[in-house]
């Protein structure tokens, strides 16, 4: 497998050098027509509350291109002493019916460690305007998970949804700061709203991963599944590129799961400037007119932006 690094696509910089918005974290393609797209991220704004943006983009003489301004927020954060109070980032978007399902990450700062975050749902008639579900979250800590779980990832094929997502396993005080540990895990749905955890593990921790972010889980073929996914280490991952997100693929394997990580497929760090050139994550790939294509954001979990590479599997 390879990749072919393109250009660092959105920053807020190039759009305003005074607006009040900073990120542009966790973004996800979806198709709207033969070569357009509307791209999902997630920005903060001037009090650091995460709320969701869309961008047009199309591909064009073979290379991914952003169109227009970037629009939004689609929706504000929650009401006070909500799970999303304090930040609504979106992670998935897809087209049920008529309708445009966003699931996302509510986010709550918390006393004794840095936050709770939890899995909310809204939904749009345009793609534009959202509102949410509900108050409360549709997945949350349970008996099964008491940390937090979150960045769901989640796809439908006919009455059948199944979401990949983060799970928390724990806390750690690593050099006086609490750091989060996580996995990650699978849930099954028949509407996409009440879900049924596996509570299996399919990401474990190893020497080389040692916290699991943001999968992505697509078809190859039809039938080989790919699941890219970020990686960490628990210590310096803010500001040492050896131990900062990257992003590698996982191959599943005959048993339900079974996934094989490949570090070695690891995107590349770094191209023609500094946006990318110690950090990698948050990757969404999709396939278009037989290319797959990769957003991911570089530096600072988003602050810098995100751009793309295509995977030459």
């Not at 997945?139 to 998970?145: A, F, G, T, V, W």
């Not at 699978?186 to 299996?200: L, M, P, T, V, Y």
């Not at 799961?257 to 790939?285: F, R």
Request: glycine residues 10%; aromatic residues 16%; charged residues 20%.
């Amino acid at each position: 497998m390879s990749w072919i690094k393109g250009n660092q696509l959105f920053n807020w910089s190039k759009y305003s050098s005074d607006s009040v918005f900073t990120h542009a974290s966790v973004p996800f393609a979806l198709p709207e027509g033969e070569n357009r797209f509307l791209i999902y991220f997630g920005s903060r704004n001037a009090s650091g509350h995460s709320v969701p943006f869309c961008i047009q983009a199309q591909f064009n003489e073979g290379k991914l291109e952003l169109i227009d301004q970037p629009i939004g927020p689609l929706m504000e954060v929650g009401e006070l002493g909500s799970f999303d109070d304090s930040g609504v980032m979106p992670t998935c978007v897809i087209k049920n019916g008529d309708e445009y399902w966003m699931y996302y990450i509510g986010w709550n700062p918390q006393v004794t460690v840095s936050y709770r975050l939890s899995i909310g749902l809204a939904i749009s008639k345009d793609g534009i305007h959202f509102e949410r579900y509900s108050n409360a979250p549709i997945m949350d800590r349970c008996l099964e998970e008491p940390f937090f779980n979150t960045a769901p990832y989640v796809v439908k094929k006919g009455y059948a949804w199944e979401m990949f997502y983060v799970s928390c396993t724990g806390w750690h005080i690593i050099d006086h700061r609490t750091e989060p540990q996580y996995t990650i895990k699978s849930a099954q749905s028949k509407d996409g709203i009440h879900w049924e955890r596996s509570n299996k593990i399919l990401l474990d921790y190893d020497e080389v991963g040692q916290a699991f972010g943001r999968p992505c889980v697509i078809s190859i073929n039809g039938h080989d599944r790919c699941m890219f996914f970020s990686y960490r280490k628990l210590a310096g991952y803010r500001n040492e590129a050896g131990n900062a997100y990257q992003i590698a693929v996982a191959k599943k394997g005959e048993a339900e799961d079974n996934w094989q990580k490949y570090y070695q497929d690891t995107l590349p760090l770094g191209i023609s400037d500094d946006w990318d050139e110690m950090m990698a994550c948050y990757g969404h790939v999709f396939e278009h007119q037989g290319k797959f294509l990769m957003l991911y954001n570089g530096n600072d979990f988003g602050k810098t932006g995100f751009g793309y590479a295509e995977w030459k599997p």
